[in-house]
């Protein structure tokens, strides 16, 4: 089993910029895809980015040059740095764990955080 543990939400300013970080303990971290998802209220729950075991990475078209997803196994944390934050970037932020491939599909990953709240204002 692998846990996720999900930090740095926060209330910021549109153009601003936060940094997610997912901290997982368990199986061996390096072995796992990571994906960020996420969640506005009334909404679906959609994919935001992802990295595999190799390093390889995947961005919705919407985040795709302002939020960079990344890993340091060492510390067995993946982080995604969100820049020109905008309204439509609130909601809750989820990791999740995949120890096969890369997905955009959360049908694929078996194992997710708590989430973090982002809010982003006008």
């Known amino acids: 089993q692998v846990q996720l543990v999900e930090s740095g939400g926060g209330l910021v300013q549109a153009g601003g910029s936060l940094r997610l970080s997912c901290a997982a303990s368990?199986?061996?971290?390096?072995?796992?895809?990571i994906g960020w998802f996420r969640q506005a209220p009334g909404k679906e729950r959609e994919f935001v980015a992802a990295?595999?075991?190799?390093?390889?990475?995947y961005y919705t078209d919407s985040v795709r040059g302002r939020f960079t997803i990344s890993r340091d196994n060492t510390k067995n944390t993946v982080y995604l740095q969100m820049n020109s934050l905008k309204p439509e970037d609130t909601a809750v932020y989820y990791c999740?764990?995949?120890?096969?491939?890369?997905?955009?599909?959360?049908?694929?990953?078996?194992?997710w955080g708590q989430g973090t709240q982002v809010t982003v204002s006008p």
């Open positions: 990295i595999n075991w190799g390093g390889m990475t």
């Open positions: 999740a764990a995949d120890q096969h491939s890369i997905s955009t599909m959360e049908g694929s990953y078996d194992y």
């Open positions: 368990g199986r061996t971290f390096s072995n796992y895809n």
